[in-house]
């Protein structure tokens, strides 16, 4: 069981937005503004997009953007393209020099 | 540009101990903490240890404690994973991550650690 409970799976057509949720507790998402958001090809090395809840690494398209209230976060991707179908991860700090994952979404672009 | 290339990986008997390294380059390896994170297969992902830039100060997940050991050789550059006393539950890609506020920055490409008789 993860920490953080992400839907298992996502989708959107091309151009639409979507939004992915990250439901922790008070003493992870809704304790720290620690949280950030991983891309994930198959068979690849996961890629950060968003971290500190919002601020998007050098090179992450705009269209990535990230939020939180109270306990949940959220991952919003605006205008999908292909290229965006992938397993997202979020992550949080939580106290303690410790870190949780969330479950992953699969995000299909149809 | 940042570069992480993990190695070490293998199959190992359950009860067997294994060592990860990780080779950084591309950035001032020394001034940055450090962490170890594994996925499963078909899984996702499990923090697994930190360790700070001067390797002075050292954090484990719980499933981990005891067991797993990072450390670091700032003149070399390279990260390290002990492994000991391996359990089937251990089988994992092992990755070597970058940290950078909290986040995981950059990632090697990830090492497989297969615990199996």
């Known amino acids: 069981q993860s920490a953080l409970t992400q839907p298992p799976s996502a989708s959107g057509s091309p151009g639409q937005s979507v939004t992915i949720s990250c439901t922790g507790t008070?003493?992870?998402?809704?304790?720290?503004?620690?949280v950030s958001w991983y891309q994930q090809d198959p068979g690849k090395a996961p890629k950060l997009i968003i971290h500190?809840?919002?601020k998007r690494p050098s090179g992450v398209p705009t269209r990535f953007s990230g939020s939180k209230s109270g306990n949940t976060a959220s991952l919003t991707v605006s205008g999908l393209q292909a290229e965006d179908e992938a397993d997202y991860y979020c992550?949080?700090?939580?106290?303690?020099?410790?870190?949780?994952f969330g479950g992953g979404t699969k995000l299909t672009v149809l | 540009q940042v570069q992480l290339v993990d190695s070490g990986g293998g199959v190992v008997q359950p009860g067997g101990s294994l060592r990860l390294s990780c080779a950084a380059s591309?950035?001032?390896?020394?001034?940055?903490?450090m962490h170890w994170v594994r996925q499963a297969p078909g899984k996702g992902l499990e923090w697994v240890a930190l360790?700070?830039?001067?390797?002075?100060?050292?954090y484990y997940a719980d499933s981990v404690k005891g067991r797993l050991t990072i450390s670091r050789d700032n003149s070399k550059n390279t990260l390290y994973l002990e492994m000991s006393s391996l359990k089937p539950d251990d089988t994992a890609v092992y990755y070597c991550?970058?940290?950078?506020?909290?986040?995981?920055?950059?990632w090697g490409q990830g090492a497989l650690v297969t615990v199996s008789s």
């Open positions: 991550v970058k940290d950078f506020n909290w986040a995981f920055e950059y």
């Open positions: 591309g950035f001032r390896f020394r001034k940055n903490n």
């Open positions: 360790i700070s830039s001067g390797g002075d100060r050292k």
């Open positions: 008070s003493s992870d998402v809704g304790g720290y503004n620690y």
């Open positions: 500190e809840v919002s």
């Open positions: 992550s949080s700090f939580a106290g303690s020099d410790n870190w949780v």
